[in-house]
């Protein structure tokens, strides 16, 4: 019987680990240990992995690299900074990859209430530990249900006004190509988590994600197929940004909204 990613309890079973890291990325994790270990020192509770590294389906050149570091106490201007010189040196050293995207947050906010089922859910389901005592420990179980599909991607409607100026904003190939991977990636998704709980099950594969997605939205179908190629391999094309922000964006959080809720207001998050 498939299990869809969860135990034989219909809990969440723990996606990644470092012995699914393949051999070509290997040096780039042991690096990584290493340099985040030096660069945040006693300030650093846990660092870990996720995305297609530490789940072993990462391709050598296109892929990037995914870190959450958790720190005892709340991010400052100076641990942001660390962050990004810690991103560009590894993004500079190691071709393996492109890009590094760095999330900081602080013990308090994971293990908080508020946050119980969506950054609280995110490292104990989807990120791999790399160093210090894992905060999963002290995390309940999770189940694909309609409570964590709001409380994950509940907020789409509120991302938007965003996502709009950040294109309006935008005028190199570059930054559209960044915007291509961000966009395509968190639509496909919240359109996964949008039919989760039906299909009954979890997968971080993009492509699957958007099949799934399918089954249940045949006339979107195309379109979420199409946005799952783009977050693997990004384009630089505004006009797919704007059909992303004024089409497809809009009808999925309309969608969202009246399937699962309103993701439930807290303070912004600030991070790398």
Request: hydrophobic residues 35%.
């Amino acid at each position: 019987m498939e299990h869809r990613g969860l135990d034989a309890y219909g809990y969440f079973e723990r996606e990644g680990s470092l012995g699914r890291v393949q051999n070509e990325f290997r040096g780039l994790v042991a690096a990584v240990r290493g340099r985040t270990s030096e660069a945040y020192g006693r300030r650093l509770h846990s660092a870990y992995l996720y995305g297609s590294v530490p789940r072993g389906t990462a391709r050598p050149g296109p892929s990037d690299l995914n870190l959450l570091l958790v720190l005892h106490h709340a991010p400052s201007d100076e641990d942001r900074d660390t962050a990004e010189v810690l991103a560009r040196g590894l993004d500079e050293d190691f071709p393996e990859i492109d890009g590094v995207d760095i999330l900081l947050r602080d013990k308090a906010a994971v293990l908080s209430e508020a946050e119980r089922f969506d950054l609280g859910w995110f490292l104990a389901c989807l990120c791999t530990p790399l160093l210090g005592a894992d905060l999963a420990e002290h995390l309940p179980r999770y189940r694909p249900d309609s409570l964590l599909a709001r409380e994950t991607n509940g907020d789409l409607a509120a991302l938007l006004p965003e996502w709009r100026t950040r294109v309006r904003e935008s005028s190199t190939p570059e930054e559209y190509r960044k915007l291509c991977r961000l966009f395509s990636r968190h639509l496909v998704r919240t359109a996964f988590t949008l039919v989760m709980p039906q299909w009954g099950g979890w997968t971080s594969d993009l492509g699957e994600s958007a099949e799934i997605f399918g089954m249940y939205y045949p006339e979107r179908a195309d379109r979420l197929r199409a946005a799952a190629d783009a977050a693997i391999d990004p384009v630089s094309d505004p006009e797919l940004l704007r059909s992303y922000v004024e089409d497809l964006g809009p009808w999925l959080a309309d969608e969202y909204t009246a399937r699962h809720g309103t993701k439930t207001p807290r303070g912004r998050r600030r991070g790398v």
